[in-house]
DNA sequence: TTCCGCACCTGCCGGC
DNA sequence: TGCCGGCAGGTGCGGA
């Protein structure tokens, strides 16, 4: 499922690739990918075509491609914006590849956009088997705190609507002090803390599992009861968790999440509780056990991470 | 204002 | 073999 290292892989591979590259055609195959847009999906091509890309950026979960042009206030800047939902992939692949070209397109596919120039042509796929993604063009707004919107663009902007995402631990900007303090006037657990993006962004549910895993805390616990340098080490053993999952490429179980070029990432592999539910905890050798939590499910260790 | 539950969506898998 | 329900879970919205 792609959370932040998956799609800071994701954004990586795209700033790679497509960066100048300027947009030829716009194929939607599945409307509802494209739910957010305004106009809908002839909106989309309309704004797309013939407009270049000049940056790759990111906050949290959220990825846009800011769309290079000279803005003025009648005319702020523009970028096409994507979340990967639960499934969603951006692939690239080269016209006429036998796995993906212009001609072949596998099921799932929902948005396809031809990229120039015409003698070196890249075709974007979007893929997304729940369709839990989405895509659209959004207008950027300056960040309430005058740094970079995110990773991969020096300007203070960020689409808006991922302008109430909070910033995710591994941002230049990220203030840990004030989402300790934030998440200590919650009156909440500390799972659903950390699942809540406009608190700390980037955090999905393998992540927190994890996170807790290591810092030896219950999903449960009540935020507004735990002392401020607990709370930092949830925050930095989440900062942990999702850094080394970042150097391997994120964490795959199957074919759902891949790079832009279709590899796995191998963090699942180091996976300590997530998904291993009966297995002996690799602390103390308890059972790892799962919960239903909140429509999905947490791992965790009863001996390791007791609720007080 | 804050918190929580649920719908959205598709494909896989196990049980019957 | 085919049908059905459960499960996977990020986000946004409505209700408490």
Redesign the pocket.
Request: hydrophobic share 25%; no cysteine; glycine share 10%.
């Given at each position: 499922?792609?959370?932040l290292p998956e799609v800071e892989t994701v954004r990586d591979g795209l700033a790679r690739h497509v960066l100048d590259r300027t947009v030829l055609d716009v194929e939607v195959f599945?409307d509802?990918s494209v739910?957010r847009q305004e106009g809908g999906p002839e909106a989309l091509a309309a704004e797309l075509v013939g407009r270049r890309f000049a940056a790759v950026a990111r906050r949290?979960?959220?990825l846009w491609l800011p769309l290079a042009g000279v803005t003025s206030a009648d005319s702020p800047a523009r970028a096409l914006m994507a979340?990967?939902?639960?499934?969603g992939q951006l692939l690239l692949n080269r016209p006429g590849r036998a796995d993906g070209g212009l001609r072949a397109r596998g099921?799932?596919v929902r948005v396809r956009l031809l990229l120039g120039p015409e003698d070196d042509l890249l075709v974007l796929d979007f893929v997304d088997?729940?369709?839990?993604g989405h895509l659209s063009t959004v207008v950027l707004v300056p960040t309430a705190d005058g740094h970079p919107g995110g990773w991969g663009t020096g300007d203070a902007l960020v689409p808006a609507?991922?302008a109430?995402?909070a910033r995710d631990p591994l941002d230049p900007a990220f203030d840990e002090d004030a989402v300790v303090d934030q998440v200590r006037?919650?009156?909440?657990?500390i799972k659903?803390a950390l699942?809540?993006?406009t608190l700390v962004?980037g955090v999905?549910?393998?992540y927190?599992d994890e996170a807790l895993w290591r810092a030896r805390v219950h999903y449960a616990r009540a935020?507004?009861t735990m002392r401020p340098a607990q709370v930092r080490e949830v925050l930095r053993c989440a900062t942990a968790v999702m850094s080394e999952s970042l150097v391997v490429g994120g964490t795959s179980f199957d074919a759902l999440y891949v790079d832009v070029n279709g590899s796995s990432g191998y963090f699942s592999r180091s996976l300590q509780a997530?998904?291993r539910a009966g297995e002996p905890c690799p602390r103390c050798g308890t059972p790892i056990r799962?919960v239903?939590f909140?429509?999905?499910?947490s791992y965790f260790c009863p001996k390791c991470q007791r609720l007080r």
């Open positions: 499922m792609p959370e599945r509802y739910r949290g979960k959220f979340h990967l939902g639960m499934s099921p799932h088997q729940r369709t839990f609507p991922a109430h995402i006037r919650r009156h909440t657990g659903r699942l809540d993006q962004s999905g549910n393998i927190a935020t507004d997530y998904g799962r239903a909140m429509n999905r499910s």
